[in-house]
C-alpha cells in the first residue's frame, strides 16, 4: 500500500512523511522540486504540482490513501479540485486528507461529494508562523512589534497536524470527520515572546503598536512583515494595495473569533496524546531566534 504525500516538502507535509515512515507505511511524496527535496531514506519522490493535474497520473498510480492540501503557489485555494478527484478515484485511491487554507476551496467541496473516504484538517495557527514573522527581528533586534498583542490564539505544532494526518489515513474511524486542529492553550503574542526568551534565555520584548503607529510603519516605512501578508491575503484579494491591506490585517488582529480562540481535544482524541505545548515547540527550535 503506497501512500502519496502532496506538499511533502512544507511545514506540514514533512511531518506527514515522517509520521507515516514511523509507522512502517510505504511513502510516494509528491513535490515541485525534486532536485531539492531533502526526505528520509525510503521515500520515493515525484515531481508535479497539484495545480496542474495533466501530468500527475504516474504520481498517483498504486496510491491507495492521499494526503493533499488545498492550496497551490500563493496560498490561494485549487480551482481544480474535481480533476484531482477524478484522478484520484481512477487511479484507485480509496481515502484522504485534506490540510485546509484560510478558506475552503473547490477541493474540499469535491472530495465530499466523491465516494472517497475523506477527512479535513483545519488548523487554526501553525506555530512555525512565529519563526516566520518573527525571526529575523528578535534574532537582530530582540524585539517583535506589532498591534493587538493581548489577543489569543490556540497555535498548533505542525508535528501534531502530521500525526493526525498519518492516523487517518492508516486506521479507521476518521471518514467523514473535519477536525478543527488546536494546541493546548490560549495564548497572546506577549505570552509567546516570553516563552521563546526563556527557551533561547535572551532578553527579548514585545513591543505593542497603536492602528496609528501599525499605519505609520507598515504603510508609510513599507509593507507589513511578508509572513503577515498571508494572514491577510485571500484568493479574493489580488493586488491589494499596501493601505488596505494593513486595513485587512487590523480589522483580522483586532476582531474577536470564537473560531480562532477556541481550544479543542480533536489532536489527543486522534492520537491518543495531548498535542505539543508551544514551550516545547519553542524549545526545539530555540536556535533560529538567536543572532
Known amino acids: 500500500m503506497t501512500i502519496l504525500v502532496t506538499g511533502a516538502t512544507g511545514t506540514v507535509g514533512g511531518h506527514v512523511v515522517q509520521h507515516l515512515l514511523r509507522a512502517g507505511r510505504k511513502v510516494r511524496a509528491l513535490t515541485r522540486n525534486p532536485d531539492a527535496a531533502r526526505l528520509p531514506e525510503g521515500v520515493e519522490v515525484v515531481a508535479g504540482d497539484l495545480a496542474d493535474v495533466a501530468g500527475l497520473a ?62 479535513l484538517l483545519r ?10 514573522d518573527w525571526g529575523e527581528s528578535l534574532r537582530t533586534d530582540g524585539v517583535v512589534r506589532e498591534p493587538y498583542g493581548d489577543r489569543k490564539s490556540p497555535a498548533i505544532d505542525e508535528f501534531d497536524i502530521g500525526a493526525v494526518a498519518a ?15 488546536t494546541g493546548p492553550e490560549l495564548l ?31 504603510v508609510v516605512k513599507g509593507r507589513p512583515p511578508e509572513r503577515l501578508i498571508f494572514h491577510a ?32 481535544d480533536a489532536v489527543e482524541k486522534v492520537t491518543g496524546r495531548p498535542p505539543r ?11 533560529h531566534f538567536k543572532p
Open 123 to 132: 488548523p487554526v495557527e501553525f506555530m512555525s508562523n512565529t519563526l516566520a
Open 233 to 264: 491575503f485571500t484568493a479574493s484579494a489580488p493586488g491589494i494595495g499596501d493601505a488596505a491591506l494593513v486595513e485587512m490585517l487590523l480589522r483580522l488582529y483586532g476582531t474577536s473569533n470564537e473560531r480562532g480562540r477556541t481550544v479543542t
Open 58 to 119: 504516474p504520481a498517483f498510480e498504486g496510491v491507495t490513501a492521499a494526503h493533499l492540501i488545498n492550496f497551490s503557489r500563493g496560498y490561494r485555494p485549487l480551482s481544480n479540485g474535481q480533476e484531482i478527484v477524478d484522478l484520484a478515484l481512477k487511479a484507485g485511491v480509496r481515502s484522504v486528507t485534506v490540510l485546509g487554507g484560510w478558506e475552503e476551496g473547490s477541493l474540499e467541496r469535491a472530495v465530499q461529494a466523491s465516494s472517497l473516504a475523506w477527512t
Open 167 to 181: 492516523v487517518a489515513l492508516t486506521q479507521y474511524g476518521h471518514a467523514g470527520k473535519a477536525y478543527h486542529l
Open 277 to 287: 505545548t508551544f514551550a516545547e515547540w519553542a524549545a526545539d527550535h530555540a536556535g
Open 188 to 218: 497572546t503574542p506577549r505570552d509567546k515572546v516570553r516563552i521563546i526568551a526563556e527557551a533561547t534565555g535572551r532578553d527579548l520584548r514585545f513591543e505593542e503598536l497603536t492602528p496609528e503607529e501599525t499605519r505609520e510603519e507598515w
